[in-house]
């Protein structure tokens, strides 16, 4: 007997199985309520998975949308402050708030571009002269 699965559910599977994700067993209680979804998964080893999910139902139009729009945000950077709010969180659910800090300092560290040895300024400093206060 064949089984009867939708053509949307079929193509669901092969999307999952062919970009390397596990649909989720349960619901994940952060997530309630966002059901576009752009996750990062690493191991110590720097190996990372990206997991992709957006509703089987919602309107093709507004998947392509919204998940363009969150890899652009993601990509460009435009989303640090909540970013920084889920490590802090994190940091507090865990009692591990010294360990969010230290994440949050080197991923600030790691941010600043350096060419040559020498820091990168933001573009209104280099036309600031020697002398001259932030502004």
Known sequence: MKNSKSLGQELQEVITKHTGQEPTVKEDPALKGYPFQVIFGADAKDNVKVTVRWPEDAPPAQSVRTVATML???????WKPPMISAVKKQGADQKQAEIAGQILQEWGGA?????????????????????????
């Open 111 to 135: 941010t600043h571009t350096t060419v040559a040895d020498h820091t990168c300024v933001p573009p209104r400093a280099v036309f600031r002269q020697r002398g001259q206060g932030n502004g």
């Open 72 to 78: 652009h945000h993601i990509s460009a950077g435009h």
